[in-house]
């Protein structure tokens, strides 16, 4: 088993790596702190005056493409590849204010979050379109993700004290326009070895439990544990056709680990999966247990 390109994206994007941001009509890519919620929605803390916020003021509901890029564990290690989300910005109401700040701490725990309410926000993306690359280059995202009109001449009070009527920052006006869904394109000048993610997948996949841990994992399992999980690994890939190597996990998730099989330079890493799906690093270590403590 391995992960599905559903799993791969709503890993990428769950704030264990850096994103930046693009905005419909604004040239340059902006860096934003993020998290998701359980749905895979992703969550945006910004302050009043960061750039992101003075960006979004006076759209409806304003566009965007978050863009986030594997961090391989070590050099040798292969990349997972990059996601480009896109989708439609909502301020994140008030009353869902408490449950939304605690779901972000889960993955960071950014100081910000106690002024929540006062001089930081929560932004929410409904995400509309996803794009998952695992091959070649991150693309420069020249485009943008095509969307919604400025709203600059509605009227009212928004939550940053601006004149707002029925905006994006509206407390009263919190929803993506169905116009916005329909009219929203796919990825503009998403690069090449790129392809769709299917929404529905997406927001029914979990993030991988091991991702945010994974270098600190393959660290001890190498080290630590070396002298037991190589013999196992040796065995592992002498059945897939490669004897006499000295084996070396590189990357690590739910269902297995990629072993680079040395001293093959050049030779591509060999999955070994587990004998089922684990749930957590405690759930790893029970599963490990008879190959790193056999007697």
């Keep these: 088993m391995r992960p599905s390109a559903a799993e791969l994206a709503r890993t ?7 994103a930046t941001a693009r905005l419909a009509g604004r040239p340059g890519a902006l860096h ?9 929605r992703p969550l945006l803390l910004a302050r009043l005056d960061d750039p992101l916020v003075r960006a979004l003021r006076g759209r409806r509901p304003p566009s965007i493409v978050l ?28 009353d869902e ?16 979050l106690f002024d929540v309410g006062r001089s930081a926000v929560l932004l929410r993306v409904e995400v509309l379109q996803i794009r998952l690359g695992q091959q070649g280059p991150a693309p420069r995202q020249r485009g943008c993700w095509p969307g919604a009109a400025n709203g600059a001449a509605w009227r009212g009070h928004g939550w940053d004290g601006h004149v707002r009527g029925a905006g994006w920052d509206c407390a009263d006006r919190n929803s993506v326009p169905e116009a916005t869904r329909d009219e929203a394109g796919p990825l503009r000048d998403a690069a090449e070895g790129a392809a769709p993610v299917d929404l529905d997948e997406y927001l029914a996949a979990d993030p991988d439990p091991l991702y945010g841990e994974e270098t600190e994992l393959l660290a001890d399992l190498n080290q630590q ?21 000295t084996p070396r996990a590189v990357r690590l998730d739910r269902y297995g680990m990629l072993v680079a099989p040395y001293p093959r330079w050049g030779a591509e ?11 957590d690093r405690a759930d790893l270590a029970r599963l490990l247990h008879p190959v790193l403590y056999q007697p």
């Design 12 to 18: 990428l994007i769950s704030g264990r790596v850096p």
């Design 32 to 40: 934003v702190r993020h998290a998701t919620d359980c749905s895979g």
């Design 97 to 112: 204010a408490t449950d939304t700040v605690l779901e972000y701490a889960g993955t960071s725990a950014d100081p910000d």
């Design 269 to 279: 890493p060999v999955r070994v999966s587990f004998a089922r799906p684990v749930r």
């Design 225 to 245: 544990h070396g002298a037991q999980l190589r013999p196992y690994l040796a065995g592992r890939l002498a059945a897939a056709g490669l004897p006499g190597t």
């Design 67 to 94: 863009h986030a890029v594997d961090a391989p564990p070590s050099t040798d290690a292969p990349s997972l590849g990059w996601v480009l989300i896109g989708g439609a910005v909502t301020l994140v109401p008030e």
